[in-house]
T-cell receptor
Framework: GQQVMQIPQYQHVQEGEDFTTYCNSS?????IQWYKQRPGGHPVFLIQ?????EVKKQKRLTFQFGEAKKNSSLHITATQTTDVGTYFC??????????FGTGTSLTVIP | DGGITQSPKYLFRKEGQNVTLSCEQN?????MYWYRQDPGQGLRLIYY???????QKGDIAEGYSVSREKKESFPLTVTSAQKNPTAFYLC?????????????FGPGTRLTVL
């Protein structure tokens, strides 16, 4: 069935190190969205990718959508303590079906 | 965030009791959603509604019920049939824009069944 797999589940990094989380689907996505949930908070929309091979940047965050539109990544350069939280992808399929990935929980060690 | 309210923030209930979680939005969004989040897990869709007086089951609808009598409101009832109801419940809404719907989440209700 249509699912979105996300890895890793947890990531601990030293402050200043880079961080990447990946989402993969077995079937082609119409678009993919990324959300961030701070500890104790609720998910907040970060960005949406629609085009094959699309790359978008938000300051230290770089989002990529694969050429086949089956995978996506979020990369954070030089992590800061404010980056702590869980990052979710949400893959949208045709027919308005969508699935959230299981999330990657990021811990930044000062 | 912004325009979606959930109440209460924390809720305690005895086992066997039904409980209704409130979700209200003033964003004029057509679609509304209920998710359940367990520790270390992602968001699992319980129910969603794309229009007033219509709703669809999500992946884990058993033991839950909803209503959508008004555009602004989408309450979720956790019934006694739900075997493990203790969880963090998130409501979201979205505007239907070409099928690529950004979801706006409420602050959530943390339900504990004793």
């Amino acid at each position: 069935g249509q699912q979105v797999m996300q890895i890793p589940q947890y990531q601990h990094v030293q402050e200043g190190e880079d961080f990447t989380t990946y989402c993969n689907s077995s079937t082609t996505l119409s678009n993919i969205q990324w959300y961030k949930q701070r500890p104790g908070g609720h998910p907040v929309f970060l960005i949406q990718l629609v085009k094959s091979g699309e790359v978008k940047k938000q300051k230290r965050l770089t989002f990529q959508f694969g050429e086949a539109k089956k995978n996506s990544s979020l990369h954070i350069t030089a992590t800061q303590t404010t980056d702590v939280g869980t990052y979710f992808c949400a893959g949208h399929f045709t027919g308005n079906q969508f699935y959230f990935g299981t999330g990657t929980s990021l811990t930044v060690i000062p | 965030d912004g325009g979606i309210t959930q109440s209460p923030k924390y809720l305690f209930r005895k086992e066997g009791q039904n409980v209704t979680l409130s979700c209200e939005q003033n964003l004029n969004h057509d679609a509304m959603y209920w998710y359940r989040q367990d520790p270390g897990q992602g968001l699992r869709l319980i129910y969603y509604s794309q229009i007033v007086n219509d709703f669809q089951k999500g992946d884990i609808a058993e033991g839950y019920s909803v209503s959508r009598e008004k555009k602004e409101s989408f309450p979720l009832t956790v019934t006694s049939a739900q075997k493990n109801p203790t969880a963090f419940y998130l409501c979201a809404s979205s505007s239907r824009t070409g099928g690529a719907d950004t979801q706006y989440f409420g602050p959530g209700t943390r339900l504990t069944v004793l």
